[in-house]
C-alpha cells in the first residue's frame, strides 16, 4: 500500500512539473512545445534552448516598441 502512495506522489509531481512547463512555454510564446516537456531528456533541452533563444514575446514587444517609437516621429 505504501508503493501506491509514493507512486501517487510521484505522478503527482510529474504532472505538475508538466502543467508548470507547459504555462512556462505558452507565456514565453512556445505554446507548440508544452508536449515536450512529458520527456525529461527533452525537458532539459528545451530549458538550455530558452536560455539563449529570441523569445517570440519579447520579439513582438520590441516590434511594437518600434513601430510605436515610428510613429511618434512621423510630423
Known amino acids: 500500500m505504501e508503493d501506491f502512495i ?5 505522478l503527482g ?3 505538475f512539473s508538466v502543467f508548470c512547463w507547459w504555462r ?3 507565456k514565453a ?3 507548440h ?3 515536450s516537456a512529458l520527456v ?3 525537458a ?3 530549458l538550455i534552448v530558452m ?3 529570441d523569445w517570440p514575446v519579447l520579439r513582438h514587444r520590441r516590434q511594437m516598441s518600434y513601430s510605436s517609437q515610428a510613429a511618434e516621429r512621423v510630423p
Open 6 to 10: 509514493w507512486l501517487g506522489l510521484y
Open 13 to 15: 509531481f510529474y504532472l
Open 24 to 26: 512556462m512555454l505558452r
Open 29 to 31: 510564446g512556445y505554446g
Open 33 to 35: 512545445w508544452g508536449i
Open 40 to 42: 525529461p531528456v527533452a
Open 44 to 46: 532539459l533541452i528545451l
Open 51 to 53: 536560455a539563449f533563444a
